[in-house]
């Protein structure tokens, strides 16, 4: 878990970073504190023709479709020079209100893929109920995948490649979550209190004693 | 005084052009004894008297004898009729051997060459080849018709191809079918086998190799005859008498231009495995897609506390810069804050 604005490692549960004190108020002082309503395909720079849109639509339906609580949001616009993508991609999947996803989704399952063709760089955000499975690599891995498209200015075809890699991500993700579901709750569970930890090591300290096993030994011997 | 000058010498020059020297002339003595001899040096270009004698004789009609309906009667049979003595051993009985060169125009080495090339087609080909070898420049008497020989020689027995070859000469070749097979070769094949054997004889100068080279293409052309005559001879092989009857097209072996072998049964039982394990690899992988299209994938809902205020989402993803080809991806992957980053 990082901070939006200084890639910092934070705790869980922080109300503010403790590196540089970022929390959601700041993002709204920069962008707005009040709703968007946006389509989960916003194309604000313009960079998607038609039948592009129409692909990609397609595509984000087959993900929605293959993980009933997930929905996929692009959004493309232009930031200027001030471009913070993080921070944006932050702030929109909190404030944003997408029309076209059903109700059942909310926020927390979404995956918001934000593009800027003018500082050419795009970002990758998801809610707290992919937090336990996805991490920054897995984006990384997922945005990788577009670099040499948005190199050429082909922003669909690498938007496609990067649904499809997300996908791939996440089906792999799912069969894991399956066989060790314990591994991934351990990343979000909240940490044990000191009094409970040394209860807990006296409480086996003193189940060893009395296990049979070990008294048969003692007799034996 | 110039002109008086200039008047003066135009008139002595015109005074000597009149006067002329005197002609020669003949010494009467010396003259006729020249005649005498019989030639005098220079007459005819002084006089026209020789020319005149030589036109005289030009004209004078030259008795030569006229052809005689003797000679007209040798010229049109021609000396390169083949002899009477070779007709018997060329067109009496279908011959044993499948080349006939009773003159003896091929070299020994030659002909037990092409000799054992006819056997092996014959082993291998349901139709025997057949060739008589002639001089380049000979004729078939006329008494020969080569359409009854194959006729009355070709009608039973194994079907041939039967090859009038003039050694040296390979477009005069002529090819005849025996007729059980003549209705399922059409005349447009034969025409195209006989050319295409000629073709092939005229790439090379020597007139063995040239038979050899027209042979060897003609067994070619014959593998075809075969598969084209496959359905109509045997309907007819009931004509042919029961020794030659138990041949049937189906025994024949396709080793011609296009060489195939039967397949060894591992080869065969090898191709069928593959063929069925290629199946049901291509089954099971559409089975797999169809599986996977219509799998959902859910995920636990772990309780997770907010931060930093947000009540959706916190999860922050990567940044990747796509401005220059010169950063990709791989130099791209320890992260850092957006100020940090040029834009």
């Known amino acids: 878990m990082k901070c939006p604005r200084c890639v910092q490692r934070i705790h869980r549960a922080a109300p503010a970073c403790p590196h540089c004190g970022f929390a959601i108020g700041d993002a709204d002082h920069m962008f707005g504190d009040s709703e968007v309503k946006l389509r989960r395909l916003t194309d604000a720079a313009g960079v998607f023709r038609r039948n592009q849109r129409d692909i990609l639509e397609d595509a984000m339906d087959r993900v929605q479709t293959a993980f009933p609580q997930i929905f996929v949001s692009i959004y493309t616009d232009t930031f200027g020079e001030t471009g913070n993508l993080r921070q944006f991609g932050f702030w929109l999947l909190n404030r944003g209100v997408f029309e076209d996803v059903p109700v059942d989704r909310p926020n927390e399952a979404g995956v918001l893929i934000v593009i800027d063709p003018e500082s050419k760089s795009a970002s990758m955000s998801f809610g707290y109920l992919l937090e336990p499975f996805f991490d920054e690599r897995d984006t990384f891995e997922c945005l990788s995948r577009a670099h040499s498209h948005w190199l050429e200015g082909r922003y669909a075809d690498g938007a496609l490649r990067c649904l499809r890699q997300l996908e791939k991500l996440l089906r792999k993700r799912s069969r894991q979550v399956r066989r060790d579901p314990d591994k991934y709750e351990q990343r979000v569970s909240k940490p044990v209190a000191v009094e409970d930890l040394v209860k807990k090591i006296r409480g086996g300290n003193r189940r060893d004693e009395h296990t049979p096993g070990k008294a048969s030994e003692e007799v034996e011997r | ?343």
């Open chain 2, 1 to 343: 005084m110039k002109a008086t000058l200039a008047a003066f010498f135009l008139s002595l020059g015109c005074a000597g052009a009149v006067v002329e020297p005197p002609m020669p002339a003949w010494d009467v003595e010396v003259r006729s004894q020249m005649l005498e001899d019989g030639w005098i040096a220079g007459r005819s270009l002084l006089t026209f008297e020789s020319l005149f004698g030589e036109q005289v004789a030009a004209e004078t009609p030259i008795d030569v004898v006229g052809a005689v309906p003797a000679d007209l009667a040798t010229d049109e049979a021609g000396e390169n009729v083949v002899s009477e003595e070779y007709l018997t051993e060329y067109f009496s009985a279908r011959p044993k051997r499948f080349l006939l060169d009773p003159q003896d125009l091929l070299g020994t080495r030659e002909r037990l060459d092409l000799e054992a090339f006819l056997e092996h087609h014959a082993g291998d080909s349901s139709i025997d080849m057949v060739v008589y070898v002639f001089g380049a420049d000979q004729e078939i008497p006329g008494e020969v018709r080569e359409e009854e020989v194959v006729e009355r020689l070709y009608s039973v027995g194994k079907p041939a191809v039967i090859v009038y070859y003039y050694l040296g000469a390979p477009q005069r070749s002529t090819i005849y079918l025996s007729p059980i097979i003549t209705d399922a070769v059409s005349a447009a094949e034969q025409r195209r086998a006989l050319e295409s054997s000629v073709i092939r004889a005229f790439d090379h100068a020597d007139p063995g190799e040239q038979l050899q080279a027209f042979l060897v293409q003609m067994s070619i052309r014959i593998y075809w005859m075969e598969r084209m005559a496959e359905g109509t001879a045997i309907e007819t092989m009931e004509v042919i008498p029961e020794d030659r009857a138990a041949y049937t097209f189906t025994e024949k072996k396709e080793l011609k231009e296009v060489p195939e072998e039967p397949l060894p049964s591992w080869v065969k039982i090898t191709a069928s495995v593959a063929v069925a394990v290629a199946g049901l690899l291509l089954l099971g992988w559409s089975a797999f897609m169809w599986f996977r299209a219509r799998a959902r994938y859910v995920f636990p809902e772990f309780e997770v506390e907010p931060r930093l205020g947000a009540s959706h989402a916190a999860g922050i993803g990567a940044v990747i810069s796509f401005s220059s080809s010169a950063i990709p991806p791989a130099h791209q992957r320890d992260q850092v804050p957006d100020y940090m980053r040029r834009a």
